[in-house]
């Protein structure tokens, strides 16, 4: 298997405009994640999904943000409209279900944007 | 609530000496432990975890991790560090508690391992 696929893995772009990120999970995977990692705040889980819906949103920052999961093997973070405080690097993972008996999440590469 | 606490921002070691890469945490039930290290400009890639079992775990690269239940802690340890291992090092926990899948990841811990 390829891993947790990610793109763009660099976005640059400029305050106000939107932005699109987007991640295919290991194939067979039931969960995926979104994660923001910066200098000052570390790792932060944004949210994930299982079997494609949304299950735990709460560390989304504000409605400038959003997520979805169309299919198994697709997802998307979108923040519109973007500003110079989202410049990070984010990261998708997924994992399997193992009924809660210690699933291993995989990580993608991570796209590094950032907001001028 | 679940929290990790790795102390040390960075650890430096000589290149042949052992390393030691300390995490604490504090979990309500059983704890499911796991360490992960971010190369430059890489994504986070799983090096070892605890489930239950032997309090020593041993992963990938020669590293191994050992569980005290007693001290809360799940340090990080290589025999022999090598100058490839300098990287950021994160410990991460959940409780068994739950059925969900939300991972409690701590700031991390830089290794440098010099030649």
């Known amino acids: 298997d390829a891993g947790v696929i990610q793109s763009p893995r660099h976005e640059v772009t400029e305050m106000g405009q939107e932005v699109t990120l987007r991640c295919k999970p290991i194939s067979g995977h039931d969960y995926l994640f979104w994660y923001r990692q910066t200098m000052m705040r570390g790792l932060e889980l944004l949210i994930y999904?299982?079997?494609?819906?949304?299950?735990?949103d709460s560390g989304m920052p504000e409605d400038r943000f959003s997520a979805k999961m169309p299919n198994a093997s697709f997802s998307t973070l979108k923040i519109q409209p973007s500003e110079p405080r989202d410049s990070a690097v984010y990261f998708c993972?997924?994992?399997?279900?193992?009924?809660?008996?210690?699933?291993?999440?995989?990580f993608g590469p991570g796209t590094r944007l950032l907001v001028l | 609530a679940q929290s990790v606490a790795q102390p040390e921002d960075q650890v430096n070691v000589a290149e042949g000496n052992p390393l030691t890469v300390k995490c604490t945490y504090s979990v309500s039930g059983n704890p499911y432990l796991f360490w992960y290290v971010q190369y430059p400009n890489r994504g986070l890639q799983f090096l070892l975890k605890?489930?239950?079992?032997?309090?020593l775990v041993k992963g990938s690269y020669g590293f191994e991790a050992e569980f005290n239940k007693s001290q809360t802690s799940f340090h990080l340890k290589k025999p022999s560090a090598l100058v490839s291992d300098s990287a950021l090092y994160f410990c991460a926990v959940r409780t068994s508690n739950t059925g969900f899948q939300k991972l409690v990841f701590g700031t991390g811990t830089r290794l440098l391992v010099s030649p």
């Open positions: 605890y489930i239950t079992g032997d309090n």
């Open positions: 999904f299982n079997n494609n819906v949304p299950i735990d």
């Open positions: 993972a997924s994992s399997l279900n193992m009924g809660g008996r210690g699933e291993t999440q995989y």
